[in-house]
């Protein structure tokens, strides 16, 4: 069983096997701690048998699941289960359903079939629509502390150092997917960035990264928040720990810039940012800009 999903389990476990599970479960919480992952290992151990589970997710490359997703729900729901007689669809994730999606699944969580039971997963409540979470039986799952956080971690890559896992934990808020998905390219870059500050002089490595057409550009846009609401707080006395070299380097840098200086250098640099990332301008310039914004006055 997935760590910290213990309680979630119990929970479900005994309203399933006393047939009081609600016909629509909706798993919320934080995007990356596991939600699916449990939804699919928990219908797993009580159907054993996977053509009695359909999953509905959203298309590599699509921005959410379209309203045929939802369609094929009719289709699976009127075939013959294989040995048991419930079925179980998993929907990952509410938040990504269209309109026409969502409409679709209201209609089905209107009127529910027998021995069929949906479990929708959902990031943001905000981002599902209320009439569908009306219907919905809610369960929060509550967010990973930092040991839930090391434990996956270290069970599930052995290549990140103790400090490594303490920064990952702090830029991804313990969310363990996250890390586990940009965590080597994410302190690589941050490192090598802020290796570039200290020296006044942009990293070779850095720069042969950025440029990459398949490198994630957002592991920029992500590094350069993270390290703007570090040096805020390190101005202010508020950096409880510093990981890697931003001691020396947050030092160097608000002995430049004033408070006021930093925040406008945030501005435009996220204005910069959004536009190469949107308008697929060159990364290896945006970079550049950035750089002399925060080394240069």
Not at 259 to 284: H, M, Q
């Amino acid at each position: 069983m997935l760590t910290g999903f213990n309680q979630t389990k119990s929970t479900l476990a005994n309203l399933y096997h006393n047939k009081k599970l609600h016909h629509a479960i909706l798993l919320h919480g934080k995007k990356g701690i596991g939600k699916a992952s449990f939804a699919k290992e928990f219908v797993g151990e009580i159907l054993k048998n996977n053509s009695d589970i359909l999953l509905i997710e959203k298309e590599e490359g699509k921005k959410d699941i379209v309203v045929e997703k939802i369609r094929k729900i009719a289709g699976f729901v009127n075939q013959t289960s294989s040995g048991n007689s419930d079925k179980f669809i998993i929907i990952d994730s509410a938040c990504e359903l269209n309109k026409s999606a969502s409409n679709a699944l209201l209609k089905i969580l209107e009127e529910p079939h027998a021995n069929n039971f949906l479990i929708l997963i959902a990031h943001n409540l905000n981002q599902v629509l209320p009439t569908i979470r009306s219907r919905c039986q809610a369960l929060k799952i509550n967010d990973p502390s930092f040991a839930d956080f090391e434990t996956i971690i270290k069970k599930t890559s052995a290549k990140f150092t103790a400090e490594e896992i303490l920064f990952l934990a702090e830029i991804f808020d313990n969310s363990p997917a996250q890390a586990l998905a940009l965590g080597e390219d994410i302190s690589r870059f941050y490192q090598l960035f802020l290796r570039s500050i200290l020296n006044n002089k942009l990293n070779d490595e850095l720069i042969k990264k950025i440029a990459d057409k398949n490198f994630p550009f957002l592991i920029f846009e992500k590094i350069f928040d993270f390290l703007i609401s570090r040096l805020s707080k390190a101005q202010l006395g508020l950096t409880p720990k510093f990981f890697f070299e931003e001691a020396a380097i947050f030092t160097k840098i608000l002995q430049q810039f004033s408070l006021a200086e930093i925040f406008a250098i945030n501005d435009e640099s996220l204005n910069v940012l959004r536009k190469t990332a949107n308008l697929y301008l060159d990364r290896k310039l945006c970079l550049i800009n950035i750089f002399n914004k925060i080394t240069q006055k």
